[in-house]
């Protein structure tokens, strides 16, 4: 894995143009493009970098603008982080790697280091911008992701900065808030350690009857950042139509992370139970409807009917 150098200061001569042939152009975003800088045949996805609490690292990103005219672009560090449904996403105000990141460039006429660099890059040019991570004496072990943003011709791209910092790391994570409803099982991940995790997750319910639902384990298309709360949720279109069931979720990552969470629920099959109810509501009605016939006062207009004068008459006297 490609890793970042030791270095003690950033020189401003470190920003180099390199001419280059058009390149594919992105559709829909003018065709500039943010990577890592060379680091192989076949480049790198991120940065990775490693070092002890106070030391410096130098690393580098390239930009690459194959359209015809130049382009301006803003670069600044940020923090990583998981949207609330897990894809990667920054932070608008860095506060931990972020801050550690600074791009050469000049202040009242002198080299320094600063937070948020301009460059204009040339027509069909790339151009290569290093910069540093310094970490900051007592940061703690474990992961601290961060990312090299870049925002031209309104558009923003990033390019993920891995950062870690040797020592004992902590690999936890809890499985909480499992609901299920709607033909889906809804569950909150949240990674309590000092790692980035990428889970796996194995489903099992059981009914009265047995086992309803047995999903062996399988990697979850997510990279969970330290101290973040994401929301997933696991499609069952083939739920029972009549059980009392618990489900059990069970997640796995590096590290000897593990967690579990369960949730009970029930089947009813409503549009049935509501048509036999209508149904038994009609057949009762139509049962009163009978006795209340069977149990009708005699017609006082009726009595012109054999027997019933002679009845009444011997009943008066």
């Known amino acids: 894995m490609p890793y970042a150098r030791h270095v003690l200061c950033l020189p401003l001569a470190a920003l180099s ?14 065709g500039w493009s943010l990577t890592p800088a060379t680091g192989g045949a076949d480049g790198r996805p991120y940065v990775y970098a490693e070092g002890e609490p106070g030391t410096v690292l130098q690393d580098g990103v390239s930009v690459r603008n194959p359209g015809g ?16 449904d897990g ?34 890059v040339p027509a069909r040019t790339r151009a290569e911008v290093p910069f540093t991570v310094t970490v900051p004496v007592g940061a703690a072990p474990g992961d601290h992701p961060g990312a090299i943003v870049a925002v031209a011709g309104g558009r923003t791209s990033a390019v993920r900065v891995q950062l870690r910092v040797p020592g004992p790391a902590l690999s936890a994570l809890t499985v909480e808030h499992v609901t299920v ?12 350690g000092t790692t980035v995790l990428t889970p796996r997750l194995a489903v099992r319910a059981d009914g009265l009857f047995g086992r309803v639902l047995d ?7 997510v990279e969970l950042l330290p101290g973040r709360r994401i929301r997933l949720t696991e499609p069952w279109p083939h739920r029972p139509a009549l059980d009392a069931v618990e489900v059990r979720l069970t997640v796995t990552a590096a590290g000897g ?14 549009g049935t139970v509501a048509g036999t109810a209508a149904g038994l509501l009609t057949a009762v009605g ?17 009595d012109d009917r054999p027997g019933r004068d002679v009845e009444l008459t011997g009943a008066m006297t």
């Open 87 to 120: 894809r990667f996403t920054v932070r608008t105000e860095p506060a931990d790697t972020g801050a550690w990141i600074a791009f050469a460039g000049t202040t009242g006429g002198h080299r320094t280091a600063v937070r948020t660099l301009s460059l204009t």
């Open 17 to 30: 143009l390199l001419a280059t042939a058009p390149a594919t152009t992105a559709a829909g975003d003018g």
């Open 257 to 270: 992370a593990h967690g579990s969470g369960a949730a009970s629920a029930w089947f009813v099959p409503w």
């Open 181 to 192: 409803r709607g033909g889906r099982i809804a569950y909150e991940l949240v990674n309590r």
């Open 69 to 84: 005219k130049p382009l301006t672009v803003r670069l600044s560090g940020a923090d990583a982080d998981n949207t609330r």
């Open 286 to 302: 139509a049962g009163v409807v009978v006795r209340r016939r069977r149990r009708r006062p005699p017609d006082p207009g009726a």
């Open 215 to 221: 999903r062996a384990p399988r990697t979850l298309p």
